[in-house]
């Protein structure tokens, strides 16, 4: 206490000592960590990051505390800054933001939201009037927070002011500013499972993008819905027969109900007449897969945006309702557009009849996948089912008594509207249903729990799936630059360039062919921004990435179980697209040949390289011209690369020192 | 014996932090049964293999912590519950919602406004016990607190009180509801499970940060629930009557720390009345808060202020209703009794090293001039253990103008690129040969107990530690202690033990003797076999405990017919009365 009285210093004339400590060590305390104040939430979190950085109980004892605990207590007491402290309000009874103020999620000073009514603040505007009106002294103080201010202020456009309705919240804004310093992201030392998976660290999320911000805060995106996997194999081979019955169906129907089905499709002059009369319809839900592409992109950016927009699940619901019907309707009109495009460029007339047909086909494939995704994979297979028995009724009733029978209704409809209300009737129906059924749970927040975590370029895959896969033709769009060139150039799918056929694995190989003969027909274009949405559906069942499920007594399983699980699935991925894409794509491929006979489809190996071959073959013997270079002579082998997803082989179990056969534990052992 | 090691990413797992300490109990206690069960942190962790297990580990049971809900638990996605089921997890996690979204009381200085130096005793005073029924009501202050201490203090004590209580009443509720009825983790994914969360957000009493609540921030934290509460809806929890028992079968259950890996502890305890045995060398929650500083800093604060309120509460819950709790040092001490910990149920067991490759090292520097001490303590070189801290260049730069012969001996790899200083060398890994061959043992500031410097006491080297979380308590008087980050106080700690040999060989003999004494593993699995004894005198005897599928595996007299009349109980002296 005497120690003021060093040379150089006043006399002291009061005789008061001065002390030499300063006044309020707790404050400089407070300057010094003033971020992790700043973004405690607790005051054993300040606690924690106290000790973490070297202050021990003498610390505390400087600042006249017993305990580093009760130090950080007045650090995060005194660490909320001047915004609280002069309102008098002490703990919050928190005045209710209006609906669309963003400024509830956190603020300069602190951790408290800004949803404290200060004295005299306009009722309506809540709190954040009063906010605005802070800031601006405040954020200028020196320190990175003050950067953080500005930065935000920036981002906000106007200073002081005007919270843009969907504009980032304020911690985002300080979040990307520099006042953010942790750690690199990574597995952390002591994991937090759900908070350490979940947070990354994004360097661009300062950018104004509220989704893109936000969507860092949210679980990892590997989530699915528990529904969506269910009934999968049943969808799958639903969607092939309503595709197949798309395309042939309307003829096989009428051949069996006027009785002469042997003179109609027999022979390879009536099955080409059928390929042939398949091709705009072939064609048009080719192409429709990018509009369902788009429109489910749009739903789940729709959702997202509600998801970080709104503050209630009712204001949710309220915004998320109509969404599925405009994504649904979106992608009606986008294929009846290219239904009557098709037929019109192909044929010269536009039947109204199998436009509906297929649109209505086309309804029911993207709401199937949709609710699908979102979880409701039962309800989407029954649909689907639905429509195909329906479809199958009517060609049993027209087989085995085309004038009468039980199925009489089925054929009379046919017989009376013609052959395309039996689809019509059988996929707008489900269809329907299914929307009506769906738009309740769609509407529910707890539906989108992927939607709201998925990068935005992730999300139309997921809502796609395998459903849109026989569409096929997912078209040039589908692939990536190289693989495109490829397909638009010699074909060779056979040595792909690395990565992207490596991550488009076996489908990429249909894909290729319908892609090569959608370019012949002219009727693609390629979209350059939304490369990564297309090749979506055939690479979801790798998406997925499980985990593998636990058996019963999960201790007694040895630890490379997983890899080995892992290493099989790919397998499981190869979907049986090959056939109707092979036709699609041959059929396609004859009714332009004359066109272009010197860029033909060579890339038609792997898995579609044998029907390729044999209708290829048809469509020779019917008498087209084809260029001799058409035909893949001798379908080669496609190299595989191995997926990139697939783990690598498991470590060595164990430490070294000790043998790795003991580890797993056998059944006797354990008993 | 048959104990149940819980663990969370730790021990049958190579990949991660505690599984050393885990391993040298197993093995030590070979007359117990163990049987381990896991909580695995990662698919990284659950690839990278186990330990090799003693034949006295019997089984091992895992469960994921992470990724997706397993598909099996799910019923159907909506709707998995009827409507009694849905009425009682509504009760019940809404309180288990309410508790957490509640203001932070614990933290009083944050609601009252008047944190100072006060605030220790009422926090301590509010949040010691958690079984007493107190009032379950919406916390008081949330309304207007007056300003001054006292005020806060009354205002909030209840209210942490009513808080831990909703917050056990929350889980022991939604515990019982998973036992009987499963699908717990499809109805905490569900939208009822979010509008329940959202009307405890928006509840009077709720903390501000969690008012500013948007759906998203619901969605996060609905999935972090989902999976910390993952164990409540696990199979391990048997009847008496399953052919898998799984912990009704354990006579004891030993978490290794105070988070979700003590969970099956608790609800063991409840179902089974298991004694419960926590045992931390890290602090769950404070290495929760140091990492969520580092790994979720992108959380938004509404969800972070749930989350870390459920840390704190489910810990406060583990302290709570644990039977014994083992602090490996003083600090976790410290924490554990600010979280709620009784002091009377705390007993510190310092963790053990293994001294038996550091004997020949030790034993041959114990020879003051001796054929085998004399070269390996050279009197010039200094070893640091642990990555070089930048005052260290100041001290040993200070060292070497006193001392020109000095040298420095640093563990670890090099930095890229640097030239090192004149008279530093590099080693890869700490050998026993590596201490005997420093002098003077440096320690810098590391934020866990010091292994590295219990090796070297065990080597009987003379050590200077700068003075961080347990070294004091490592060290005792056996060497010196400087404040962390000051060279000068460094280089005054080198050189006096250089230019000093005797005291050097005086305090390096006193390491030796203390370690010996405190960190032996022997001491440490002695210390469990103590503990494990008295927890299962004092549990209560289980009749149902016998096997009916072993012949005799109940010996006749082992449960002798008593009546339990009063009578019968007190003994009278023939003759009086």
């Not at chain 1, 000790?51 to 006249?64: I, K, L, Q, S, Y």
């Not at chain 1, 799958?236 to 019955?245: G, I, K, N, P």
Request: hydrophobic share 40%.
């Amino acid at each position: 206490m005497s120690a003021s009285l060093r040379a150089g210093s006043p006399p002291n004339p009061t005789g008061i000592p001065v002390p030499t400590a300063p006044a309020d060590p707790v404050k400089a305390l407070l300057r010094r960590h003033r971020e992790l104040c700043a973004r405690a939430v607790d005051p054993l979190e300040i606690a924690a990051g106290l000790e973490a950085r070297g202050a021990m109980d003498h610390t505390a004892a400087e600042c006249r505390h017993r305990d580093l605990f009760s130090l950080a207590e007045e650090l995060y007491a005194r660490g909320r800054g001047p915004e609280t402290a002069p309102g008098g309000l002490p703990a919050g009874e928190p005045s209710g933001c209006g609906r669309g103020c963003r400024c509830g999620a956190g603020d300069e000073g602190g951790r408290w939201p800004a949803a404290r009514g200060t004295a005299g603040e306009v009722p309506g505007r809540g709190p954040c009037g009063a906010r605005a009106a802070r800031c601006g002294p405040e954020t200028a103080s020196a320190g990175p927070a003050g950067v953080g201010g500005v930065l935000r202020r920036s981002l906000r456009g106007a200073p002081g002011g005007g919270f843009r309705d969907g504009g980032p919240p304020c911690a985002e804004a300080r979040r990307g500013g520099p006042a953010r310093g942790g750690p690199p992201p990574g597995e952390p030392p002591c994991g937090e499972p759900p908070c350490g998976e979940g947070a990354r660290a994004e360097p661009g999320a300062h950018r104004s993008h509220p989704g893109r911000s936000r969507a860092a805060h949210l679980p990892p995106p590997a989530y699915r819905p528990p529904g969506t996997y269910r009934w999968r194999a049943a969808r799958w081979s639903a969607t092939l027969w309503l595709v197949a019955y798309g395309l042939v169906g309307d003829r096989l129907l009428t051949a069996l109900l006027a009785g002469r089905p042997a003179r109609e499709l027999a022979g390879p002059a009536g099955l080409a007449g059928a390929l042939t009369a398949a091709v705009p319809t072939a064609l048009a839900l080719a192409c429709a897969t990018a509009s369902a592409a788009w429109s489910a992109r749009w739903f789940t950016a729709r959702v997202r945006r509600a998801l970080l927009g709104s503050r209630t699940l009712a204001e949710f619901r309220s915004r998320v309702r109509p969404v599925p019907v405009l994504a649904t309707g979106f992608h009606l009109a986008a294929l009846a557009a290219l239904l009557a495009a098709g037929h019109a460029a192909l044929r010269g007339t536009v039947p109204a009849g199998p436009l509906a047909a297929v649109t209505a086909l086309g309804g029911l494939l993207f709401l199937a996948r949709l609710v699908a995704s979102r979880g409701l994979g039962r309800a989407a297979a029954v649909a689907a089912l639905t429509a195909c028995a329906t479809e199958a009724a009517a060609l049993l009733g027209a087989l085995l008594a085309p004038g009468g029978g039980p199925l009489r209704p089925l054929t009379a409809l046919a017989g009376a509207q013609g052959p395309a209300a039996v689809p019509l009737t059988a996929c707008a129906v489900p269809a329907l249903a299914l929307l009506i059924h769906a738009l309740p749970p769609l509407a529910r927040a707890s539906a989108h729990r992927s939607g709201a975590a998925a990068a935005p370029d992730d999300a139309p895959a997921e809502a796609h799936g395998p459903a849109v896969v026989p569409l096929a033709a997912c078209a040039a769009s589908a692939l990536p630059a190289p693989a495109r060139a490829s397909a638009h150039g010699s074909g060779t799918v056979a040595a792909p360039v690395d990565a992207p056929a490596g991550a488009q694995g076996p489908a990429a190989v249909p894909l290729t062919v319908c892609a090569a003969s959608a370019h012949r027909s002219g009727a693609v274009a390629a979209p350059d921004d939304a490369p990564a949405e297309a090749h979506g559906p055939a690479v979801v069942p790798w998406r997925r990435a499980p985990r593998p499920r636990c058996p019963r007594r999960p201790g007694l399983r040895p630890p490379e179980w997983d890899g080995r699980r892992l290493g099989r699935r790919p397998r499981r991925a190869q979907g049986p697209a090959a056939v109707p894409l092979a036709a699609c794509a041959a059929s396609a491929h004859r009714s332009r040949t004359a066109a272009a006979p010197d860029d033909g489809p060579t890339g038609a190996q792997g898995p579609a390289a044998v029907p390729l071959t044999v209708c290829a073959a048809s469509a020779h013997r019917s008498g087209m011209v084809a260029a001799p270079d058409d035909a893949p002579a001798a379908p080669a082998p496609v190299p595989r690369p191995p997926h990139p997803q697939t783990p690598p082989p498991p470590a060595s179990p164990g430490p070294v020192n000790r043998p790795p056969g003991r580890t797993p534990l056998s059944e006797e052992q354990a008993r | 014996m048959r104990v149940g090691l819980l663990t969370e990413g730790g021990y049958p797992y190579a990949a991660g932090e505690g599984g050393e300490w885990c391993d040298q109990l197993v093995r030590g206690l070979d007359q117990h049964d163990f049987e381990v069960y896991a909580l695995s942190r990662g698919a990284r962790q659950e690839r990278g293999g186990w330990y090799g297990l003693p034949k006295q580990v019997r089984r091992v049971r895992t469960a994921p912590l992470w990724g997706d809900p397993p598909e099996g638990d799910t019923g159907r996605a909506y709707g998995a519950y009827g409507r009694r089921e849905r009425q009682r997890f509504e009760e019940h996690f809404g309180e288990l919602a309410a508790a957490i979204c509640a203001t932070d009381a614990g933290g009083a200085g944050g609601a009252g406004g008047s944190g100072g130096p006060g605030g220790t005793d009422r926090a301590r005073g509010g949040s010691g016990s958690v079984e007493a029924p107190g009032a379950s009501g919406a916390p008081g202050d949330s309304g207007a607190v007056s300003g001054t201490a006292e005020g806060g203090a009354e205002g909030t004590a209840p209210s942490t009180e009513g808080q831990a209580y909703r917050f056990a009443e929350g889980l022991h509720g939604l515990a019982d509801l998973a036992r009987e009825a499963g699908g717990l983790g499809a109805a905490l994914r569900s939208e009822q499970a979010l509008r329940t969360l959202e009307a405890a957000c928006r509840a009077p009493g709720a903390h501000p940060a969690a008012y500013g609540v948007r759906v998203a921030d619901l969605l996060a934290v609905s999935a972090f629930l989902e999976r910390a509460l993952r164990p409540l809806s696990l199979d391990w929890y048997g009847a008496a009557g399953d052919h898998d028992r799984g912990l009704a079968a354990v006579d004891l259950c030993h978490a290794t720390s105070a988070g979700p890996a003590a969970l099956p502890g608790l609800l063991a305890k409840r179902f089974f009345g298991t004694p419960l045995l926590v045992t931390e060398y890290e602090v769950r929650l404070r290495a929760y808060y140091l990492n969520s500083a580092a790994g979720s800093a992108g959380l938004p604060l509404a969800v972070r202020t749930p989350i870390s309120s459920f840390h704190r509460l489910l810990s406060a819950e583990v302290y709570g209703r644990a039977d014994l709790i083992t602090p490996g040092d003083a600090r976790v001490r410290r924490w554990q009794e600010r979280c709620g910990a009784a002091r009377e149920r705390l007993r510190t067991v310092h963790p053990g090293v293994d001294e038996r490759p550091y004997e020949a090292v030790g034993e041959g520097a114990g020879g003051p001039q001796g054929p085998v001490g004399a070269p390996l303590d050279d009197g010039r070189t200094l070893l640091w253990l642990g990555p070089p801290e930048p005052h260290l260049w100041d001290a040993f730069a200070a060292v070497r103008a006193a001392e020109p012969a000095a040298t420095l001996r640093v563990v670890g790899a090099p930095p890229p690129g640097a030239e090192p200083p004149d008279g530093v060398t590099y080693e890869e890994a700490v050998r026993p040969e590596t201490y005997a061959a420093g002098s003077v043992v440096l320690a810098g500031a590391a934020d866990a107990f010091p292994l590295p410097l219990v090796e070297a006491m065990f080597c009987g080297r003379a050590t200077v530690a700068a003075d961080a979380c347990a070294v004091r308590e490592a060290v005792g008087g056996t060497g010196l202690v400087v404040p962390p980050g000051d060279p000068g106080a460094l280089a005054t700690g080198c050189l006096d033990l250089l230019r000093d040999p005797a005291r050097r060989a005086l305090l390096g003999a006193a390491a030796r003797e203390r370690a010996l004494e405190l960190f032996t593993v022997e001491r440490h699995v002695t210390a469990f076999r103590g503990i494990y004894l008295e927890l299962i005198s004092r549990a209560p005897v289980r009749q149902d405990g016998s096997d009916p599928a072993v012949p005799f595996g109940r010996a006749a007299g082992a449960h002798p017919p008593l009546s339990w009349s009063p009578r019968a109980a007190s003994p009278t002296w023939a003759g009086r009365s």
